[in-house]
Every structure is written in structure tokens, then in C-alpha cells.
């Protein structure tokens, strides 16, 4: 005798046997006042700040608790049982939620870092992935189906917690499927690769994650993480470590559309060409044509020309840009501050003009001893620190007047530094 699933399935579900899934939330993505927004260090000076937009780093190898420890949560994929770092979690909750709860989008990074664990890693990086570790973020590990069951429960988990139903714990708006993935040796290790097999690999990831987020949201939306390199890769390594953000992203989409056309938006990261130069108005090797070399502030327009091609539409509409992460350098000089408050006057008056950027989501908070000479913050990092917060400096206060009555005036005052006898010289979409 042949029994109908669906029959199945309702007899199953009214004997208790089955229960109903989970129905996502339906609210549409949220309208912002503005573009501000911060990747967070501190949640009251950014709420002080008035922003709307604020990016969380998620790593999620630091959520696998293979010991599963009783009371941590737990579950099951693909007949494996996977138990997550409730500690952790709770850290996360706590930057989210005070954030959320005022009205900030809030979009999470999802990463997976090594955590020099084997039999960590092992799960939740790709196999390929370089072994001496000499990279900074891994890809996430598609290959094995241990790796798969651990991408697609983690990635259920985290949208159930926050852009479900009921986020109790804050709410995700937006995800952001990994880093600089057209770097995929240095910023998305997945081992030396050609293009077409680097982007097969994460097309499985965005797509598993896609599916996941949809289980709990029907509008959060899902983006892919570039670089700024355009028709070229990153300088001074092979076509098999990293790859022009153009073509990977037409390759992408390519791909996507092969397999099942998903609704996929952009993270852009346009630092100046130089990123110890803050002059963001100066880069003299971008054009305003498709075959400049990288997409920067000062030509940000070609970005949002190239997405409005039919073959890359999402039913009929254009995909969204967010400019996830950028920041600009405080040189050691007395010209230094203010060279770096012009810089975001300029980014800003220039995501003005294009209607496909939701955000300008600022990196960083605090200046970070880490970070290879560069001091890209609103704030100075306390003597012998890392990141701990020292002093403001002069960019907070343009910062803090941005999307206001008082930025007309504010950004006026840094005009001249750039060399622009008005805002309405930039391009515009």
C-alpha cells in the first residue's frame, strides 16, 4: 500500500507524533532614519553617538562546546547533536540586545577563526583551509558532512535566537556570510584555489545559511563580504589566493542563479586604495568606469552601476549595498585629525548620492594596537592597550552630527580640506 507523505505527515501531527514547525517572523526589514553606523566596542557611547546601524562579530567556533557541558543548548542536525557555548551567547545577547532594543539595525559577522583547537577546527573550518595557520579567518568548512550538520545547526541556533519569532535575547537584521571572501587565502582561508572552485565552495555556505535564516525570518537579509579590489586581486599574491571582487561577484551570482536564485545582498568595504592614506578624494588609481582596479569611496558609484545589470537583479530590483566595514587613518601629525574628520565628510556626502547604499557602518570604535600601524578610530586607545578607550577625537564630533540638522554645517567647515569647492562635485548613482 502507498501512503501519501503529506497524509503522513497530518496524521503524524495530529497523533503528536510530529510537531508543527516553526512559523518565521514576518516583519519586513526595518526603514532607517540614516546610513550611521558603527561597528560596536562600546554600547552607550555608540547609543550616545545616535546610530542606526551596528555590526557584531560572531565567531562561531568559539560557540562549539564539544564537552557539552550540561546547560548549554543543544541540537541536532543530520542525526549529529551539536551543544553551543551558552556563556558565549549570553556575551553576544548583551551586545545586541541594548542595541536592538533602540531601534539599531544590528548585523552580525559571522566568522569562523581558527581556534588552533583540532578537533575544533577540524568541525568548523574547511579542511582545505591552509594547516600552519598563518591566516587570519577561516572558511567554513562545506566539505565534510560533520561540517555541514555544524554550519547549518549553528547557523539555525543563531537566527532562531535572533531573527526569529521571539528574540528575547535582541534581533539581527542582517547577516553577513563570512569575510573579504574574495581574499580566500588571507581573510576566507580555504587553501589555494582557482576562482571558480573558491566560489563553488561558498556558494554551499551562504546558501546553507540562507536557508537557515529563512526558517526564522522571511525579511532578514543575507549578504556576501568583498574587499575593495575590483579588477584586481590583492597585490603581490597568486590568481589562486584571491580573486578581482567583480569577477567573483559575477561568478557568484552566476552560480547562485544556476542552482536556485537566492535573494543575496552586498557588503562592501571600500577603504581608500591606500589605507594609510585618510584621503579617501586623492586615490589616483580608481576610475569611474567597470574596469577600474578597486571601488573606493571616491568612485563607490561603479559598485552600484554594476548591480543594476538584468542578470544580476532580484526580481526586478537591484541588491543592496551595506559598506559593512571602512575606516580612515589619524596620522601622526598635526593636519592628522582633521584630515581623518574630512575623510568621513566625504564618505558620507558621497553615500548621499547613492540610493542603493542602506549603510555606513564605521570601522572602528577604539583604535586597535593590532592592527598593523593603523589607527582608524573615533576614539584613541589607551596607552599599552589594545582597545581600550583613552580619549575622543576630533571625528566623533563630526560623527555625532552626522544624519542631524548640525552636519550641513559641520561637514561645510571640512570642505576646503578636501579640495572641493562643494559636496555636489561627487558622483553621484
Not at 534581533?171 to 576562482?195: A, T
Amino acid at each position: 500500500m502507498c501512503y501519501r507523505p503529506a497524509l503522513i505527515s497530518i496524521f503524524l501531527l495530529m497523533t503528536g507524533f510530529l510537531l508543527p514547525a516553526a512559523v518565521p517572523n514576518s516583519d519586513p526589514f526595518p526603514q532607517t532614519p540614516s546610513i550611521k553606523g558603527l561597528q560596536v566596542q562600546m554600547v552607550n557611547d555608540a547609543l550616545a553617538l545616535g546610530i542606526h546601524h551596528a555590526g557584531i562579530n560572531i565567531n562561531i567556533t568559539a560557540l562549539l562546546d564539544l564537552q557539552k557541558k550540561p546547560g548549554n543548548p543543544t541540537r541536532t542536525v543530520d542525526g549529529q547533536e551539536f551543544s553551543f557555548n551558552e556563556a558565549y551567547l549570553k556575551s553576544l545577547d548583551q551586545q545586541i540586545k541594548p542595541l536592538s532594543d533602540r531601534g539599531v539595525l544590528v548585523y552580525a559577522i559571522v566568522l569562523s577563526y581558527p581556534s588552533k583547537n583540532p578537533a575544533v577546527d577540524a568541525i568548523a573550518i574547511h579542511p582545505d583551509a591552509r594547516e600552519d595557520y598563518k591566516y587570519s579567518i577561516g572558511a567554513f568548512n562545506t566539505k565534510t558532512p560533520m561540517g555541514r550538520a555544524w554550519l547549518r545547526a549553528v547557523s539555525e541556533e543563531m537566527a532562531e535566537r535572533w531573527s526569529g519569532d521571539h528574540p528575547d535575547h535582541g534581533r539581527v537584521w542582517g547577516w553577513i556570510v563570512g569575510n573579504e571572501v574574495n581574499s580566500h587565502w588571507l581573510w576566507y582561508n580555504l587553501g589555494r584555489k582557482p576562482m571558480s572552485a573558491a566560489v563553488a565552495e561558498y556558494e554551499k555556505a551562504f546558501r546553507l545559511m540562507h536557508e537557515a535564516v529563512r526558517r526564522s525570518s522571511m525579511h532578514a537579509r543575507l549578504y556576501i563580504s568583498f574587499d575593495h579590489h575590483w579588477s584586481i586581486s590583492m597585490h603581490g599574491i597568486s590568481a589562486e589566493e584571491a580573486a578581482p571582487g567583480r569577477d567573483y561577484l559575477d561568478a557568484f551570482a552566476k552560480t547562485v542563479r544556476a542552482l536556485g536564485d537566492l535573494d543575496w545582498h552586498v557588503a562592501w568595504h571600500p577603504y581608500p586604495e591606500d589605507l594609510g592614506n585618510p584621503r579617501a578624494w586623492a586615490d589616483k588609481g580608481v576610475r569611474s568606469d567597470d574596469a577600474t582596479q578597486k571601488v573606493t569611496f571616491k568612485n563607490l558609484e561603479v559598485l552600484s552601476r554594476h548591480l543594476k545589470q538584468p542578470e544580476l537583479l532580484w526580481q526586478g530590483q537591484p541588491r543592496r549595498i551595506i559598506l559593512s566595514e571602512q575606516g580612515f587613518q589619524t596620522l601622526l601629525k598635526p593636519e592628522g585629525e582633521p584630515l581623518q574628520a574630512a575623510a568621513y565628510a566625504y564618505a558620507w556626502e558621497k553615500c548621499q548620492r547613492l540610493p542603493l547604499v542602506d549603510a555606513f557602518i564605521y570601522h572602528r570604535h577604539v583604535d586597535h594596537a593590532h592592527e598593523g600601524g593603523l589607527r582608524l578610530g573615533l576614539w584613541r586607545n589607551a596607552p599599552n592597550s589594545i582597545a581600550d578607550p583613552h580619549s575622543k577625537k576630533q571625528i566623533w564630533d563630526l560623527f555625532l552630527k552626522a544624519g542631524t540638522p548640525a552636519w550641513k554645517q559641520a561637514a561645510a567647515d571640512l570642505l576646503p580640506v578636501t579640495g572641493l569647492k562643494s559636496w555636489d562635485e561627487l558622483a553621484g548613482d
